[in-house]
T-cell receptor, first 111, second 115 residues
Framework: DAKTTQPTSMDCAEGRAANLPCNHS???????VYWYRQIHSQGPQYIIH???NNETNEMASLIITEDRKSSTLILPHATLRDTAVYYC????????????FGGGTRLMVKP | DTGVSQNPRHKITKRGQNVTFRCDPI?????LYWYRQTLGQGPEFLTY????????KSRLLSDRFSAERPKGSFSTLEIQRTEQGDSAMYLC?????????????FGEGSWLTVV
């Protein structure tokens, strides 16, 4: 699976949009971009994933650049409960592939 | 609550003792994964099952560790002769493999403290 690069930490004001970037310049054509987050002392929580089109669900939006070398996770109205470590993971959906976690971005939402 | 259940949630044990963790995946999920996470690090893959078959093991899974999924439903992870370095959160995850549904869902983890 391709490697990802994320900023170590970010701050965001409560109520504002949080934009979390991820670089995956070596992504291959059949690899998906997945986002998970981990709130302190809990298991990772699935947020969203996409292949090449932008995706939106009740939690977030995922914007993938046309060349697929980077993506941005958008939390439209961040709350204090969104404070967590956010992991961007590139994964091939072929049989067996597990998720490989990097360091992630520690997002701190401040009042 | 993702539907992946792990027990016990917390375990404190003395060095040298054996411990066992149980994972009940989401019903009908045919793939089950075990991960380990130490403080300040991301989760690290240990092993995974396709139904009852253990298909891959990480080099992190020393011979003191054994995982089973006897009937392709729940799974157990046993650590024998625990060491202080085994202190970590052990995460279980499951996934239903289909043409489109490949999302992996994690449980809340089992914390192990070896004293």
């Amino acid at each position: 699976d391709a490697k990802t690069t994320q900023p170590t930490s970010m701050d965001c004001a409560e109520g504002r949009a949080a934009n979390l970037p991820c670089n995956h310049s070596t992504i291959s054509g059949n690899e998906y971009v997945y986002w998970y987050r981990q709130i302190h002392s809990q298991g990772p929580q699935y947020i969203i994933h996409g292949l090449k089109n932008n995706e939106t669900n009740e939690m977030a939006s995922l914007i993938i650049t046309e060349d697929r070398k980077s993506s941005t996770l958008i939390l439209p109205h961040a709350t204090l409960r969104d404070t967590a470590v956010y992991y961007c993971i590139v994964k091939n959906n072929n049989a067996g592939n597990m998720l490989t976690f990097g360091g992630g971005t520690r997002l701190m939402v401040k009042p | 609550d993702t539907g992946v259940s792990q027990n016990p949630r917390h375990k404190i044990t003395k060095r040298g003792q054996n411990v066992t963790f149980r994972c009940d995946p989401i019903s009908e999920h045919n793939r089950l994964y075990w991960y380990r996470q130490t403080l300040g690090q991301g989760p690290e893959f240990l092993t995974y099952f396709q139904n009852e078959a253990q298909l891959e093991k990480s080099r992190l899974l020393s011979d003191r560790f054994s995982a089973e999924r006897p009937k392709g439903s729940f799974s157990t992870l046993e650590i024998q002769r625990t060491e202080q370095g085994d202190s970590a959160m052990y995460l279980c995850a499951s996934r239903h493999q289909t043409a489109t549904g490949n999302t992996i869902y994690f449980g809340e983890g089992s914390w192990l403290t070896v004293v």
